[in-house]
């Protein structure tokens, strides 16, 4: 006699959900070559600050990596007021300034 096979279970819903995340290798500003451009340095900050705040990095003269390293300390405060005056939040120009520190210490 023949046995009765049992169909397959469907996958639980949740299965069905989960969705494969690429993973994304992210570069950590104090990484980034010298030559590296002051979008680059705020995109590895976090996606999409490059559209929102190069364009006040290049506005002050901070073009690449390089610029920020041979900046002198006072020049980098009065980058950072720019951005304030450009509207970055406190969490921004926290951020931003513990990227620029990191960098410097490289």
Do not use: N
């Amino acid at each position: 006699e023949a046995q009765a096979q049992e169909p397959p279970q469907p996958a639980h819903p949740a299965e069905l959900l989960r969705v494969q995340q690429p993973v994304v290798q992210r570069v950590t500003p104090e990484a980034l070559s010298p030559q590296a451009e002051a979008h680059e340095f705020l995109e590895a900050i976090r996606p999409g600050w490059g559209a929102k705040f190069a364009h006040i990095f290049e506005a002050f003269g901070v073009e690449l990596v390089v610029d920020m390293l041979e900046a002198p300390a006072g020049e980098l405060d009065a980058l950072l007021a720019r951005l304030a005056e450009g509207g970055a939040g406190p969490a921004h120009l926290r951020r931003i300034r513990a990227a620029l520190e990191a960098l410097r210490r490289r």
